[in-house]
């Protein structure tokens, strides 16, 4: 057999494998039996047909095509051993180049190679935002106002008051039965919502009901911007047919002691502030982190070198594509009716869209992986104690709140488990020590030992902290257009 290769700039090689014609007579004659096993030739028995009858009866080329199938399934691995390609996926059959000798064409994509250059010398200063006073007076409103009675009133609409609304949206721009872009949708509205940032259908829209009465009806027009949130209204000049269907006054309750204790978690006014205080520093810091990792790994990217083959990126679009198709269908719409609102079609909307998103976030993970290689990032056998442990116990607890209908979790269950469980500890670990050199709280010096030491460590259970839920309505759920 003899081996050329040649790569190609897509992170992928081309190899070019001739082979001896003898040897290629043996793959033939093993086609013309598994040919003959499956076609009826006149006068034999299933499989007992002579070569030469058989190459009569389907033909030279067949027979020739049978067994390069054959020799592809036997030597592919014995080419890419001889040409020593390691491939990161499947390869492909790019060419039959001649029959006589037999010499075929592969593409093998590569694995993918990423030089993070100089990353120990980035610095990114880690300066979260903290929780301000304003902030947590806004979250302790909302919840006075979510667990507020509602009471029927005669009086027209005001500011504070939650009128219960039907309204059809119909698109101006068309003129026949069906320019009704939805029909008697519920809606509550709290009118002068401060708290509301995202009123639908737009900003402003509760101003539009205010001195309603219970019973009346009124219109209202808008137009959309292009760039529009909402899909079904995007770039649309729509009239709103709206009915008044009931005003209520909303009584708050005080912020005091009694509203705290009536929580059923805590003991005083002062402990439910410290709650939230707590709960809205843990979500603070956990958006302060992302946009932190997110602007450190474009620093990173921007002097490593990424080479990766397309197959990847291909799998990351069906991976985004898969997503965005589940978040329309949770929105009751479906890939082609969301493509049609954008104007656009299926490989517009990749190439657009989805592709520069898929490379990005291929080319995030590869350079966290290298990061991770290059740190020797590690699980010590006490942490994967700790994890099997943990898992055994959160399976038990499952089991005893019914979750676990068949009463038993499987081997399968468990391992799956653990094994998510290894990859978020291992992805924190990764991520932690990338903040720590980025930021200069790591020394670059800090020696393989130490880094090692630092893995072996167990980590402490995680305390249950008191959680402050959400309640009744808030700014999301009262302006709901379902």
């Known amino acids: 057999m003899k081996i050329e290769t040649t790569p190609h700039e897509d992170h992928q090689v081309k190899i070019i494998a001739e082979f001896e014609p003898d040897f290629f007579e043996s793959y033939k004659k093993r086609a013309a039996r598994k040919i003959a096993n499956k076609t009826k030739i006149s006068g034999f028995r299933p499989g007992?047909?002579?070569?030469?009858?058989?190459?009569?009866?389907?033909?030279?080329?067949?027979?020739?095509?049978e067994a390069i199938e054959i020799l592809i399934?036997?030597?592919?691995?014995?080419?890419?051993?001889?040409?020593?390609?390691?491939?990161?996926?499947?390869?492909?059959?790019?060419?039959i180049i001649s029959l006589d000798p037999p010499k075929l064409s592969f593409i093998v994509p590569l694995p993918p190679e990423v030089d993070l250059g100089d990353y120990k010398s980035i610095r990114l200063p880690y300066t979260p935002?903290?929780?301000t006073e304003e902030e947590i007076e806004e979250f302790l409103k909302r919840m006075q106002r979510n667990y507020a009675s509602a009471e029927p009133t005669n009086e027209l609409?005001?500011?504070?008051?939650?009128?219960?609304?039907?309204?059809?949206?119909?698109?101006?721009?068309?003129?026949?039965?069906?320019?009704?872009?939805?029909?008697?949708?519920?809606?509550?509205?709290?009118?002068?919502?401060?708290?509301?940032?995202?009123?639908?259908p737009y900003q402003g829209f509760s101003k539009e009901l205010l001195g309603a009465a219970e019973g009346s009806e009124k219109e209202i027009e808008y137009e959309f911007p292009d760039d529009y949130d909402d899909i079904e209204l995007r770039g649309k000049k729509v009239t709103f047919k709206i009915k008044i269907q009931s005003v209520k006054n909303l009584v708050l309750p005080a912020l005091d002691d009694e509203f705290a204790k009536s929580l059923g978690q805590f003991d005083s006014y002062a402990d439910l502030e410290?709650?939230?205080?707590?709960?809205?520093?843990?979500?603070?810091n956990q958006e302060n982190e992302d946009q932190?990792?997110?602007?450190?790994?474009?620093?990173?990217?921007?002097?490593?070198?990424?080479?990766?083959?397309?197959?990847?990126?291909?799998?990351?679009?069906?991976?985004?594509?898969?997503?965005?198709?589940?978040?329309?269908?949770?929105?009751?719409?479906?890939?082609?009716?969301?493509l049609k609102v954008l104007n656009t079609d299926k490989e517009k909307y990749i190439e657009e869209n989805v592709k520069p998103a898929a490379e990005k976030?291929?080319?995030?993970?590869?350079i966290i992986d290298k990061f991770a290689q290059l740190e020797k990032i590690q699980i010590g056998k006490a942490d994967l104690d700790n994890i099997m442990n943990e898992t055994s116990l959160m399976m038990s607890e499952m089991k005893a709140e019914g979750k676990g209908k068949k009463g038993k979790f499987s081997k399968q269950q468990m391992d799956s488990a653990a094994y998510n469980a290894v990859t978020r500890l291992y992805n924190e670990r990764t991520l932690e020590r990338l903040k720590d050199l980025a930021s200069g709280k790591l020394d670059v010096e800090s020696t393989e030992n130490e880094?090692?030491?630092?893995?072996?460590?167990?980590?402490?259970?995680?305390?249950?902290?008191k959680k402050v839920t959400s309640p009744k309505i808030d700014e999301e759920s009262a302006p709901t257009k379902e």
């Open 48 to 65: 007992k047909a002579p070569y030469e009858m058989v190459v009569r009866y389907v033909g030279e080329g067949a027979v020739s095509e």
């Open 73 to 95: 399934d036997d030597q592919y691995a014995e080419i890419l051993k001889e040409a020593s390609i390691n491939p990161s996926g499947p390869g492909s059959l790019n060419e």
């Open 129 to 131: 935002d903290p929780v």
């Open 157 to 200: 609409s005001k500011n504070g008051d939650l009128v219960y609304i039907q309204m059809t949206g119909i698109d101006q721009a068309i003129s026949n039965t069906e320019n009704a872009i939805f029909t008697d949708r519920p809606l509550q509205v709290i009118l002068g919502d401060e708290l509301n940032k995202k009123e639908w």
């Open 274 to 284: 410290s709650s939230v205080k707590e709960q809205l520093t843990t979500n603070k």
């Open 292 to 338: 932190y990792y997110t602007d450190l790994l474009a620093k990173i990217a921007e002097q490593a070198t990424v080479k990766y083959p397309t197959f990847m990126v291909n799998e990351e679009i069906e991976h985004i594509l898969s997503s965005v198709k589940n978040d329309l269908s949770r929105q009751n719409l479906d890939f082609e009716t969301y």
């Open 361 to 366: 976030r291929l080319r995030n993970s590869l």
């Open 451 to 465: 880094i090692i030491e630092k893995t072996e460590k167990s980590e402490k259970p995680k305390s249950r902290k």
